[in-house]
């Protein structure tokens, strides 16, 4: 980022070595920090920046797990939110990323939430993309069954639209 300070390591077994001595609830803290200053510098272009903000977010989740500490239910929605945005961004150059990041986003919401659904959704797409039928009719009727539970009228009657897409191509 321009005008910004940047440092680096001659090698990557330096850094390595360097980044475990750091005990994991330091870079837990750490990956946050990293993501609150990326949220801030980016301002409206979020989605150029996604990725990035969906490996620090996560990684803040994955190391204060491995620190034993406490789940963070907001930092998990973020996390999510962020995943699902890198695969919204992915979609069109790299269907099998999107289909990863959209996986990450599901194991991070909760399941029944309108969230949730509409990663469902999502899922369900990529799947069809890449001609997995089967798995694009499961994720469909899983999807339009949540996104109908919770009063989503308009997102579950797209589920329902995909699911009869993907029986014409079963």
């Known amino acids: 980022i321009a005008a910004e300070m940047e440092y680096s390591f001659w090698h990557a077994l330096i850094r390595d070595v360097a980044y475990g001595q750091i005990p994991r609830s330091a870079r837990a803290a750490k990956h946050e920090a990293a993501a ?21 977010t996560t990684e803040a989740l994955a190391l204060a797990r491995a620190a034993g500490g406490p789940s ?11 995943l699902v945005l890198a695969g919204d961004r992915a979609w069109m150059l790299h269907v099998t990323a999107a ?31 890449q001609g997995r039928f089967e798995d694009a009719r499961s994720h ?31």
């Open 72 to 82: 963070d239910p907001k930092l998990e929605v973020r996390a999510a939110q962020y």
């Open 36 to 56: 609150d200053w990326l949220e801030q510098m980016a301002g409206e272009r979020m989605a150029d920046h996604a990725d990035l903000l969906a490996h620090h």
């Open 140 to 170: 469909a009727e899983a999807a339009a069954s949540e996104l109908e539970a919770v009063g989503a009228a308009r997102s579950a009657a797209q589920a329902f639209s995909l699911l009869g897409n993907v029986y014409f191509q079963l």
């Open 99 to 129: 289909t990863a990041r959209y996986r990450q986003a599901l194991e991070l919401l909760p399941t029944g939430s309108e969230e949730h659904g509409l990663t469902l959704l999502k899922l369900a797409e990529t799947a069809q993309a």
